[in-house]
């Protein structure tokens, strides 16, 4: 039973369309996060919310949004897709308490954009 | 300004042999750091962790070590076995304004050899 999932897998679509990448966790986690691996393989973060709330938003073109019907998903939309958002996206999600900080990875989307 | 860094993109060692993975960073204010490990096609799973407040942590194979004055961390696997082969990530959490995120090094890639 997968904790962390998303969907779609893969996405090839065309500059200037707009997309969803949706994110389901089942770990009963409080806080979820976007990731982007690029292609040099870095992986960073964009967003993060705890309980629906957003808490992170790390300097992303607002052509990305997310939104967190309930604490267990977090989608990720993308309006008008250039070239450069072609990319890894990974969501995770953790339960933030004290101690370590351990994220949870979903299994990434691979997009493309043509 | 690439606050984790992992200078040595790849690695290959012999089955049965020592690998080692470096890990530099330059915040002292993190407190914790992880290492996660990437195979194809997948999300990053956690491997290991240390607080900055100890200098060793061990988990079967895998030791990780913290030299806070050289802000350096290695992960150690031993001995190491062909399913080892992956990308692994080195991250840090914490600093100011602590808002759960992970910062991530590049990756190494590792090739554990029968």
């Known amino acids: 039973d997968t904790a962390v999932s998303q969907t779609p897998k893969y996405l090839v679509t065309q500059m200037g369309n707009d997309k969803s990448i949706k994110c389901e966790q089942n770990?009963?986690?409080?806080?979820m996060y976007w990731y982007k691996q690029d292609s040099k393989k870095f992986l960073k973060i964009m967003f993060s919310?705890?309980?629906?709330?957003?808490?992170i938003n790390e300097t992303v073109p607002n052509r990305f949004s997310p939104k967190s019907p309930d604490k267990a998903h977090l989608n990720l939309h993308i309006n008008s897709l250039e070239l450069g958002d072609s990319a890894v996206y990974f969501c995770?999600?953790?339960?933030?308490?004290?101690?370590?900080?351990?994220?949870?990875f979903g299994p990434g989307t691979r997009l493309t954009v043509l | 300004d690439q606050q984790v860094k992992q200078n040595s993109p790849s690695l290959s060692v012999q089955e049965g042999r020592i690998s080692i993975l470096n890990c530099d960073y330059t915040?002292?204010?993190?407190?914790?750091f992880l290492w996660y490990k990437k195979y194809p096609a997948e999300g990053p799973t956690f491997l290991i962790s240390?607080?900055?407040?100890?200098d060793k942590n061990e988990d079967g194979r895998f030791t990780v070590f913290l030299n806070k004055s050289a802000k350096h961390l290695s992960l150690h696997i031993v001995p190491s076995q062909p399913g080892d082969s992956a990308v692994y990530f080195c991250?840090?959490?914490?600093?100011?304004?602590?808002?759960?995120?992970?910062?991530f090094g590049q990756g190494t890639t590792l090739q554990v050899k029968p």
């Open positions: 919310y705890n309980n629906k709330e957003l808490i």
């Open positions: 915040n002292s204010m993190f407190d914790y």
């Open positions: 995770a999600s953790s339960q933030p308490g004290t101690g370590v900080n351990e994220q949870f």
């Open positions: 770990l009963g986690h409080d806080t």
């Open positions: 240390i607080s900055s407040i100890k």
């Open positions: 991250a840090a959490s914490g600093g100011s304004g602590n808002t759960g995120k992970l910062i």
